[in-house]
T-cell receptor, first 115, second 113 residues
Framework: GDSVTQMEGPVTLSEEAFLTINCTYTATGYPSLFWYVQYPGEGLQLLLKATKADDKGSNKGFEATYRKETTSFHLEKGSVQVSDSAVYFC??????????????FGQGTILTVHP | SQTIHQWPATLVQPVGSPLSLECTVEGTSNPNLYWYRQAAGRGLQLLFYSVGIGQISSEVPQNLSASRPQDRQFILSSKKLLLSDSGFYLCAGHGQFMNTEAFFGQGTRLTVV
């Protein structure tokens, strides 16, 4: 079945460091790919998405590129801030790629950024 | 904007006790609604989804059930909790049109003791 494998955390960085959180997915169908973020005490929020191969999603300085050849969707940011401390979830839409509600998630990566 | 209210944020329940988690939706009508669970060290797993009142689809066999008595209300229940029901439960919604993104509640951390 569909699955998403996400880099295990927790990840601890100093402010202004470079961030990469790896994510790979099973290649069934033509999924859309997402990164969600959960800040402390809040619900999941969509951070960025990509709907087809070679698309790059970007938001708030974060980027991720849909790589079909490596079935990856790694999250990157060039200079993290303390306010980026959160849990990050990689996700793919399920078979059919049309329902953005039925998602398969990775296990989440806790990011802590120190000043 | 679309919002999901989910409560409580944390819950500690004894084994064998009943469970009722509720989420309500604002800002949209006739949403698809979803219950996800995250067990320790694992990703969020889809448990149930509903495309309308009284319509429930179960994705995985388990000790839980779901109901949708009203368009914007989605309830997760159990008659007798097991230790393995502990986890983080997340309610999510999705609008009628496929080009809209899912929106999520804040989640409930359930610990069965």
């Amino acid at each position: 079945g569909d699955s998403v494998t996400q880099m295990e955390g927790p990840v601890t960085l100093s402010e202004e460091a470079f961030l990469t959180i790896n994510c790979t997915y099973t290649a069934t169908g033509y999924p859309s790919l997402f990164w969600y973020v959960q800040y402390p005490g809040e619900g999941l929020q969509l951070l960025l998405k990509a709907t087809k191969a070679d698309d790059k999603g970007s938001n708030k300085g974060f980027e991720a590129t849909y790589r079909k050849e490596t079935t990856s969707f790694h999250l990157e940011k060039g200079s993290v801030q303390v306010s980026d401390s959160a849990v990050y979830f990689c996700a793919r839409s399920n078979a059919g790629g049309t329902s953005y509600g039925k998602l398969t998630f990775g296990q989440g990566t806790i990011l802590t950024v120190h000043p | 904007s679309q919002t999901i209210h989910q409560w409580p944020a944390t819950l500690v329940q004894p084994v064998g006790s009943p469970l009722s988690l509720e989420c309500t939706v604002e800002g949209t009508s006739n949403p698809n609604l979803y219950w996800y669970r995250q067990a320790a060290g694992r990703g969020l797993q889809l448990l149930f989804y509903s495309v309308g009142i009284g319509q429930i689809s179960s994705e995985v066999p388990q000790n839980l059930s779901a109901s949708r008595p009203q368009d914007r209300q989605f309830i997760l229940s159990s008659k007798k909790l097991l230790l393995s029901d502990s986890g983080f439960y997340l309610c999510a919604g999705h609008g009628q049109f496929m080009n809209t993104e899912a929106f999520f509640g804040q989640g409930t951390r359930l610990t069965v003791v």
